[in-house]
């Protein structure tokens, strides 16, 4: 009795630093569906951004949101708020004024994912990603979009210049 208990608890041990060691090592899955693989490295590098992107706000990170924004972004903000002084017409918010409608928004979202992706370049410069994004908010009604993001290359890095709906 004790050799069947001690075989299945070594046995349990084993299966479970197999698990542990394939989710350390296995390649983390895209947090957004693309359509096509991005082409090139430097479509791969906006997907990468855009992943951070994805990733930041599913796990309600509103400084990774913010990071991946350039400061000088235009942001037409998705939440129904955000209308303009019509009420018709999306208000354009700068990055600041997108951190501050944000901060709610991410504390009382439950995931947000990014369905039917495109990255399509328009200049060495700058790139597009288009895609539906759900937002699932907590208590409310989720918010469905179809959304463009313009990256374009500063420096190094690829940030979000422009953010709208389609």
Request: charged residues 20%; contains cysteine; proline residues 7%.
């Amino acid at each position: 009795m004790k050799l069947t208990v001690a075989v299945l608890t070594l046995g349990t041990l084993a299966l479970g630093g197999v698990c542990l060691v394939s989710c350390v090592v296995s390649p983390q899955r895209p947090a957004a569906q693309y359509r096509m693989p991005p082409q090139g490295p430097d479509e791969q590098a906006v997907a990468q951004a855009f992943e951070a992107l994805v990733r930041a706000y599913g796990r309600q990170d509103w400084d990774g949101v913010m990071d991946v924004f350039a400061d000088d972004a235009q942001i037409e903000s998705a939440a129904p708020e955000a209308a303009g002084p019509s009420g018709n017409a999306p208000r354009i918010l700068n990055k600041r004024e997108f951190g501050r409608a944000l901060e709610p928004i991410i504390a009382s979202n439950v995931g947000y994912s990014a369905q039917n992706v495109q990255v399509r370049t328009v200049s060495p410069m700058q790139v597009q990603v288009s895609g539906t994004m759900t937002l699932l908010m907590a208590g409310r009604p989720s918010i469905h979009r179809d959304r463009l993001w313009v990256f374009e290359k500063r420096g190094e890095r690829w940030l979000v210049v422009r953010a709208q709906d389609l």
